[in-house]
């Protein structure tokens, strides 16, 4: 059953590329976005990761869509994404007019926790991803949590942003599987209001928190030693930390092991750009097209490095496809993954 599944997120990833078509006319689409403006919607509050990698990107990416449309940055924070997401798919214009970066935890959101998802993530037009990381649990420099092992023996108090968020989720599912002994205290508005209460003294730490995150919003805690790295939540280790473990590395046996490689295949999609259902095939093309180019673009590129801000991108077309397969895992697989991330 692992086996089945880890081959269909291998097959998506690697057959995905043979289904990238060239946009439509140019022509017509440069005639529709001339002019116009497209409304870039950002599902976290200002000054985290995530605004950081949505603001670089519109700085760029009108240079590369037929018509270079002007954009508008919107930050709409609320229930870990799900607001953002709920806006994009039943509210927001179908004509291409608004886009938004969300969590990557909303590609899975719909298979795993239908209950808080008011859309289907299949039917979504995913646009491309930025960048693809594992992520971190941490603690405070001055915490008595330290270690991995004292997740497991000592409460550690974590921030949250809402029962979506893999700052909610990944606590749950360590609690769940692993034995730790992680709370969280929910309502925190965005990543970077978590931080400020960590140097508060009001939070610990978090537990979802990519090291490019870090380095664009914290940096100066990394030679200061203000944080101390638990455990890496992902499919792979981040080359930085190479003694870090890998929560992989935790779990006990191989259904343990099937349940963690669906919760964490969405690490592969940590920065996704989305539309809503049901947008012309032709702006789809053009848009999925610019975005590709303009993570390939030099003047992005050095932008992005200024920022400390790690590009590892996927098209539309291969994240589509890998999202279908993930939602076709096997149904043990997604039931005891879905009680691991259940707030009960």
């Not at 269909?8 to 060239?22: K, M, N, T």
């Not at 985290?48 to 940055?73: C, E, M, S, W």
């Not at 039943?90 to 970066?101: L, S, W, Y």
């Not at 270690?147 to 968020?165: L, N, W």
């Amino acid at each position: 059953m692992k086996v089945k599944f880890a081959t269909l997120i291998v097959c998506a990833l690697s057959c995905g590329a043979a289904l990238v078509s060239e946009p439509a006319s140019a022509d017509a689409v440069g005639d529709f976005y001339r002019g116009k403006q497209i409304t870039f919607i950002v599902a976290t509050g200002s000054g985290g990761g995530y605004d950081a990698y949505g603001r670089l990107l519109t700085r760029h990416y009108k240079n590369h869509i037929p018509g270079q449309p002007n954009f508008v940055v919107q930050n709409m924070p609320g229930a870990g994404g799900i607001r953002a997401t709920t806006f994009i798919y039943n509210t927001a214009p179908k004509d291409g007019t608004v886009m938004a970066i969300v969590h990557s935890g909303m590609t899975t959101l719909s298979l795993l926790e239908p209950e808080n998802a008011n859309f289907d993530a299949t039917k979504l037009t995913w646009l491309g991803n930025i960048e693809e990381e594992t992520s971190l649990c941490v603690s405070w420099h001055d915490s008595p949590i330290k270690t991995t092992q004292d997740m497991m023996t000592k409460e550690f108090i974590v921030g949250g942003t809402g029962s979506g968020a893999n700052l909610e989720v990944y606590p749950r599912v360590m609690n769940k599987i692993l034995g730790t002994r992680i709370k969280v205290i929910s309502g925190y508005k965005g990543g970077n209001d978590v931080n400020l209460a960590i140097e508060r003294g009001e939070l610990q730490g978090r537990c979802s928190w990519p090291m490019s995150s870090i380095h664009s919003t914290r940096p100066q805690w990394l030679p200061e030693k203000k944080l101390n790295f638990l455990v890496q939540t992902g499919m792979e280790k981040d080359p930085e930390l190479p003694d870090v473990p890998l929560i992989l590395e935790l779990v006990k046996n191989s259904d343990d092991r099937a349940v963690m490689e669906l919760i964490f295949a969405p690490r592969s999609l940590l920065r996704p750009v989305v539309g809503p259902p049901d947008m012309p095939a032709d702006r789809t093309a053009a848009l999925r097209s610019a975005f590709m180019k303009t993570l390939a673009d030099k003047a992005f590129l050095d932008d992005a490095a200024k920022q400390q801000l790690t590009v590892t991108p996927k098209s539309g077309e291969v994240m589509q496809n890998l999202i279908h397969k993930i939602h076709q895992a096997p149904k043990a697989v997604v039931e005891r993954a879905k009680q691991a991330m259940s707030p009960d």
